[in-house]
């Protein structure tokens, strides 16, 4: 038995919030809410041993078969949203820094390197709060 699969499952309540917040139906709060004890992440600046990081994430759930695909079409929806004034550039930062660290997310294999450089441009250019 690995360690993978001696960690808890997700649940559907898990998933369903990892879904709509790939699709930004479900912000932040409610993800770290619903995740708990399972996912959890830092965001903000922090220091560490004098240099400053920005970002953290501790994931402890079993990978979901198959894990949530995240598409060109998410990545439109994003820049639509923002475009259209729904959403800030640090909410589309945060987004994309998420689907970046939580590995329930999966790249949509079609256009792997195209969604990744996206996502990380989107998390890296966008936030330099």
């Known amino acids: 038995m690995n360690k993978e699969s001696q960690l808890p499952p997700l649940s559907e309540t898990q998933l369903d919030v990892l879904r709509r917040f790939a699709l930004f139906e479900a912000g932040v709060d409610e993800l770290r809410r619903t995740l708990t004890g399972i996912f959890e992440f830092q965001l903000e600046l922090q220091s560490v041993g004098g240099i400053l990081q920005r970002r953290s994430a501790a994931g402890r759930f079993r990978l979901p078969e198959p894990g949530i695909v995240i598409t060109r079409e998410h990545i439109q929806n994003a820049l639509d949203r923002k475009r259209f004034d729904l959403i800030s550039e640090q909410e ?26 996206w996502l990380n441009d989107l998390s890296v250019n966008l936030d330099k709060a």
Do not use: R
């Open 92 to 117: 589309l930062a945060e987004w994309a820094t998420i689907l970046l660290m939580n590995d329930a997310y999966v790249l949509d294999p079609a256009d792997e390197d195209l969604i990744a450089e």
